[in-house]
């Protein structure tokens, strides 16, 4: 089955934690995507990378990182995560930047 | 101006009514659009891709106006599993330029 995993699914960690957020994907797709969801403010685009080993950031890639080594994995990592880094986060990915996105089940993210 | 704007919502209507939604852009050169569906919590899932000759599936129609730079969709004999939020995404051919997502358009169908 085609699909977009992420792990984990819920999350609540402490400041300073760093943790990792996994983004999968097996359609062989070259573009990739993390998106954060917060009320009243839509998606945003944190990091996208067009292919392995090119990424770039997005609207809001402070305190983020990520990277691309094989093309079905795209990790988020949060070195340092602070309370208001506390949100949905979705990963995405697109054969290429102009297709439609297949997006994963989200992950939520409590900072405390 | 917002890059992209969707009138929020909600939009709240009788099971069977026909309801529309637009969204307009700034950007002339944007290329491909799309209309996800979004489920509390959930995943955006594609709804539909829209062409520049307009396209139909089902109850469901999307058009291009890039004169007046808007897309809109259109939900005939609308069904109470069609509550949700509504994203339209618009996406420039430009590599520099950002896929950009309306902040959404909340749908309810009441009985």
């Known amino acids: 089955e085609a699909q977009v995993t992420q792990n984990p699914r819920y999350l609540i960690t402490v400041t300073g934690k760093k943790l990792t957020v996994t983004c999968s994907q097996n359609m062989n797709h070259e573009y990739m995507s993390w998106y954060r969801q917060d009320p009243g403010l839509g998606l945003r685009q944190i990091y996208y990378?067009?292919?392995?080993?090119?990424?770039d950031k997005g609207d809001v890639p402070e305190g983020y990182k990520v990277s691309r080594k094989e093309k079905r994995n795209f990790p988020l990592i949060l070195e340092s995560p602070s309370p208001n880094q506390t949100s949905l986060y979705f990963c995405?990915?697109?054969?290429?930047?102009?297709?439609?996105?297949?997006f994963g089940p989200g992950t939520r993210l409590t900072v405390l | 101006r917002k890059e992209v704007e969707q009138d929020p919502g909600p939009f709240n209507v009788p099971e069977g009514a026909t309801v529309a939604f637009n969204c307009t852009y700034s950007n002339s050169a944007s290329q491909s659009f799309f209309w996800y569906r979004q489920d509390c919590r959930k995943e955006p899932k594609l709804l539909m891709s829209v062409y520049s000759s307009g396209n139909e599936d089902g109850r469901f129609t999307a058009q291009l106006n890039r004169a007046s730079q808007y897309i809109s969709l259109l939900i005939r004999d609308s069904k109470l599993s069609d509550s949700a939020t509504y994203l339209c995404v618009v996406n420039p051919y430009s590599s520099a330029s950002k896929i950009i997502f309306g902040s959404g358009t909340r749908l309810s169908i009441r009985p």
């Open positions: 990378s067009m292919n392995v080993e090119v990424t």
């Open positions: 995405a990915s697109s054969f290429q930047k102009y297709n439609e996105q297949f």
